[in-house]
T-cell receptor, first 113, second 113 residues
Framework: GAGVSQSPSNKVTEKGKDVELRCDPISGHTALYWYRQSLGQGLEFLIYFQGNSAPDKSGLPSDRFSAERTGGSVSTLTIQRTQQEDSAVYLC???????????FGPGTRLTVT | AQSVTQLGSHVSVSEGALVLLRCNYSSSVPPYLFWYVQYPNQGLQLLLKYTTGATLVKGINGFEAEFKKSETSFHLTKPSAHMSDAAEYFCAVTLNTGNQFYFGTGTSLTVIP
């Protein structure tokens, strides 16, 4: 079956612009996660969606970051007024329930110039 | 609070030699433990997981890991390294009662021919 997909695969943007990153989870997966992976770093948790519950936004680094998940499926991560330190690979993952193994998408590589 | 420590950000082994990647965790309640592998320019792929039951778990590609509660460890091993094992490996923990995953900073494995 289809795995987690993310688009775009690469995004180059100018400092100060807004960007939207998209994640299509595996059908039927109720949990969806966003992570940020900077060069040489581990995975930094950003936000977690579980069904219709309020999302866990505790990992968002600033109010420039936001995410939504429409209809319990597709999710969009938005970064406003991008900064150079936002350059990273943004990974999305989904899972059947909150504490089962996650299935990761290939990531979106964001470069802020 | 939960955390994961991976000792050794870079590990080099000769082809055919034993692979040992270390992972220690801290958790106030029984954890679920995972190892993921990330090949260059790809997302993370699950290698193996421990939830309950047998403490020695076997995963894909000949890898296995043993949950040792007394040592709070979940080290990853493979008896004989193959060139194709060269990748980044991440240990992760979540709780049987929770949702958020905590990832280590990763170990980059190099296999020397």
């Amino acid at each position: 079956g289809a795995g987690v997909s993310q688009s775009p695969s690469n995004k180059v943007t100018e400092k100060g612009k807004d960007v939207e990153l998209r994640c299509d989870p595996i059908s039927g997966h109720t949990a969806l996660y966003w992570y940020r992976q900077s060069l040489g770093q581990g995975l930094e948790f950003l936000i977690y969606f579980q069904g219709n519950s309020a999302p866990d936004k505790s990992g968002l680094p600033s109010d420039r970051f936001s995410a939504e998940r429409t209809g319990g499926s597709v999710s969009t991560l938005t970064i406003q007024r991008t900064q150079q330190e936002d350059s990273a690979v943004y990974l999305c993952a989904s899972s059947l329930v909150g504490n089962s193994e996650q299935y990761f998408g290939p990531g979106t590589r964001l470069t802020v110039t | 609070a939960q955390s994961v420590t991976q000792l050794g950000s870079h590990v080099s082994v000769s082809e055919g030699a034993l692979v040992l990647l270390r992972c220690n965790y801290s958790s106030s309640v029984p954890p679920y433990l995972f190892w993921y592998v990330q090949y260059p320019n790809q997302g993370l792929q699950l290698l193996l997981k421990y939830t309950t039951g047998a403490t020695l778990v076997k995963g894909i590609n000949g890898f296995e890991a043993e949950f040792k509660k007394s040592e709070t460890s979940f080290h990853l091993t493979k008896p004989s390294a193959h060139m194709s094992d060269a990748a980044e490996y991440f240990c992760a923990v979540t709780l049987n009662t929770g949702n958020q995953f905590y990832f280590g900073t990763g170990t980059s494995l190099t296999v020397i021919p």
